[in-house]
């Protein structure tokens, strides 16, 4: 998934739940934050490593229990791996998944290819029409809500 949708995903998590949707779309854009400089400047081969990592949930649990806006930054964070795996499972590469095990394992086969080439990669991919719907439904709901915000502004 490109990055703003996990931020945009994030926040809807916030309209669905009473954690603040700052702190959840904090917590989202930790993955990237940590792992793309870490790749870019060769500390890591791939970009899903140490932010990517399902065993940070030893981290995530003390973070979770520090108050409610430690339990959205786990939340944001734990959404952004979940559609991660979603989006290789989604595009037929299943056992890329197995960067949620960094660094105990990781995908046999990674796409090593910077974010910007990703982008190019990724336009046509399964995932990148589901992302377009969701971008898509993301508009129909904000349209509706601006319409009914103006409706009653009107009253």
Do not use: C, Q
């Amino acid at each position: 998934m490109l990055f703003v949708t996990h931020l945009a995903a994030a926040a809807l998590v916030g309209r669905w739940t009473r954690l603040a949707p700052a702190w959840l779309v904090v917590g989202a854009a930790l993955p990237d934050l940590v792992d793309k400089p870490l790749a870019t400047v060769g500390l890591v081969d791939v970009y899903h490593s140490v932010g990517h990592s399902a065993l940070l949930v030893a981290v995530a649990i003390p973070v979770a229990l520090v108050g409610r806006a430690g339990l959205a930054v786990a939340v944001g964070w734990g959404s952004h791996l979940l559609l991660d795996a979603a989006h290789v499972i989604i595009n037929g590469r299943a056992g890329d998944a197995l960067f949620l095990a960094w660094p105990l394992t990781g995908p046999a086969d990674p796409l090593r290819i910077p974010p910007g080439a990703f982008f190019v990669y990724y336009v046509g991919t399964p995932a990148f029409y589901l992302e377009v719907g969701f971008w898509l439904a993301l508009a129909v709901l904000v349209a509706r809500r601006g319409l009914s915000a103006s409706t009653v502004a009107e009253r």
